[in-house]
């Protein structure tokens, strides 16, 4: 069985920091993408960071390059997602998912749950 689980979550303050943990498993972690998507209500899923498990190459969006950096344990089951330099605009459901495709919601078949990130004062 496939799972995807994420954590971390929680309140920061603008230009605070975050750390975000996904454990996946029921797969081989060799073969595919790991990606973190983030939702506000009322809008699409948007791609952030995506990381391919055999290699370790990774891929950024625009709005969250030089901010986030997304990596993995020695394992490669377990991955994180550092956030730095927060701002308003990163508050949003984060999600972690398995897939194929780089910061594509249709390249995905597995998602958590989501975590919440809120960045205010």
């Known amino acids: 069985e496939v799972q995807v689980v994420e954590s971390g979550g929680g309140l920061v303050q603008p230009g605070g920091s975050l750390r975000l943990s996904c454990a996946a498993s029921?797969?081989?972690?060799?073969?595919?993408?790991i990606a973190w998507f983030r939702q506000v209500p009322g809008k699409d899923r948007e791609g952030t960071s995506c990381?391919?498990?055999?290699?370790?190459?990774?891929h950024y969006a625009d709005s969250v390059q030089g901010r986030f950096t997304i990596s993995t344990d020695n394992a490669k089951n377990t991955l994180w997602l550092q956030m730095n330099n927060l701002t308003s605009e990163d508050t949003a459901v984060y999600y972690c998912?398995?897939?194929?495709?780089?910061?594509?919601?249709?390249?995905?078949?597995?998602w958590g749950k989501g975590t919440l990130v809120i960045v205010s004062s």
């Open positions: 029921g797969f081989s972690f060799d073969n595919y993408a």
């Open positions: 990381i391919t498990l055999s290699d370790g190459n990774t």
């Open positions: 998912a398995k897939g194929y495709s780089n910061l594509l919601s249709s390249g995905m078949d597995y």
